[in-house]
């Protein structure tokens, strides 16, 4: 383990990642059921996407862990699965296999990029304060996934409203808040992970938890290259080739360097072995196409082990680990509601808000972007929408105050190409 993950060097210990892997995919173990539930409307079978998810997470993971020694664990994005449901196929009568197409086309691209170093060098052109920002943007995106899940926060009258708090998940989401905020007040190891386990027992009582009927069952044969190859040259699967390109690429850039901020892993303002971050990213999502599962990426609930105290690959091994039980024992993972996982999401972000205090508050041309960033994440439901607005506004507002020379070149492309993203819809 030594040898491998340098654990010393990273101040971390066998436990420590134990811990931290088993709260990052308890944190993010709901996609094994709303990844497949969301393409079975797109008409692909359940139990075969729900194997594919599984494995594309285990395999993208490994990679993450052992080329890359990071604690950071990947799957099928959420947003993602839902364009290629209900935008790509649904509203665009594309078959499934079109879409999984996109996909694996979309993981081959990002392996060139990535071998000739164009992901990282986007990375490292994010100016510093935004890079603080996309950190506490995802802080409050997380968190508000985790209300929003859980039913505390709803779609209302309103925008989004109070949800139901004093009955059902929504009262189960802050019991288990209270019970988290109390173990960490306490400094109780794994008390994210802890507080996951002690909330979906005192669900059974309210009848939001429930036994399963099994307690295992084999996993369902996969897809296997399922493509729609004659398709590639045509316009409709350039246009959804990009939409899958944009969001992926700015997606994993925004959780590298926003979870790796919070841990304090940056080194000299840069993701450690981004190279090979990024190649597991690619190689997940290449993976996941061939096996009939829509794009894979880096998981912004690895921000929960990392809280715990991940710090290297050991992390992500012990959570591909799990996905790989799950594969087996999946009614005892999907037992537990959605609402005994929003505390630790809410806490994350909590953890992730310190950054903040490194921005700098008196100079606009770094605020306002900054600002920017944080806000559209919650807001727009997305990372790579808040990176767009922060990019966007940092290069306007420093061209109209004549001090465009303190924007790096790639940064300018950068922006012009967010332009016609806006632009283009």
Do not use: C
């Not at 084999?218 to 729609?228: M, R, V």
């Not at 992926?248 to 959780?255: A, C, K």
């Not at 609930?301 to 024992?329: D, H, I, K």
Request: net charge negative.
């Amino acid at each position: 383990m030594e040898r491998t993950f340098k654990l010393k060097a990273h101040n971390t210990n066998v436990k420590t990642e134990a811990i931290a892997g088993f709260t990052t995919f308890m944190t993010m173990a709901y996609i094994l059921i709303v990844n497949p539930g969301t393409l079975a409307d797109a008409g692909m079978d359940f139990g075969k996407v729900f194997t594919a998810t599984a494995i594309s997470a285990i395999i993208g993971t490994l990679v993450m862990a052992f080329a890359a020694n990071l604690p950071f664990a990947l799957a099928p994005g959420m947003g993602l699965n839902a364009f290629f449901a209900y935008t790509v196929v649904i509203a665009g009568h594309k078959s499934f296999e079109f879409a999984l197409t996109a996909v694996f086309l979309e993981g081959i691209i990002f392996l060139i990029l990535t071998l000739f170093n164009v992901r990282e060098a986007i990375i490292n052109a994010l100016p510093a304060n935004i890079k603080r920002a996309i950190s506490v943007g995802i802080g409050l995106f997380i968190a508000f996934i985790g209300l929003a899940n859980s039913g505390v926060i709803i779609h209302g009258d309103t925008i989004v409203q109070l949800g139901t708090v004093t009955s059902g998940s929504g009262l189960l989401a802050l019991i288990g808040i209270v019970i988290a905020g109390v173990l960490l007040a306490l400094n109780v190891k794994g008390a994210l992970f802890i507080s996951i386990i002690l909330t979906t027992i005192i669900g059974f009582p309210m009848g939001i938890t429930h036994f399963p009927e099994a307690m295992w069952q084999l996993p369902s044969t996969p897809y296997f290259f399922n493509f729609a190859w004659g398709e590639i040259f045509s316009m409709d699967m350039l246009s959804v080739l990009f939409v899958f390109l944009f969001v992926d690429m700015f997606d994993t850039v925004g959780t590298l360097v926003g979870v790796t901020t919070k841990a304090g892993m940056l080194e000299d303002g840069k993701v450690p072995n981004v190279k090979q971050a990024l190649f597991a990213d690619a190689v997940g999502t290449t993976v996941g196409a061939i096996f009939g599962t829509s794009t894979v990426t880096t998981y912004v609930e690895s921000a929960s082990g990392v809280a715990e105290g991940g710090r290297t690959g050991l992390t992500a091994v012990v959570t591909a680990g799990l996905f790989g039980v799950a594969l087996l024992l999946s009614p005892l993972f999907i037992m537990i509601p959605s609402a005994a996982t929003t505390p630790a999401l809410v806490l994350v972000g909590v953890f992730m808000m310190s950054p903040i205090k490194e921005i700098d508050f008196d100079d606009y041309t770094e605020l306002i972007p900054a600002f920017l960033t944080i806000i559209m994440m919650p807001l727009a439901y997305s990372i790579s929408e808040g990176i767009v607005f922060g990019v966007l506004s940092y290069v306007i507002l420093k061209v109209f105050t004549n001090r465009g020379k303190e924007v790096p070149v790639l940064t300018y492309m950068i922006a012009v190409f967010f332009a016609i993203k806006l632009v283009m819809g």
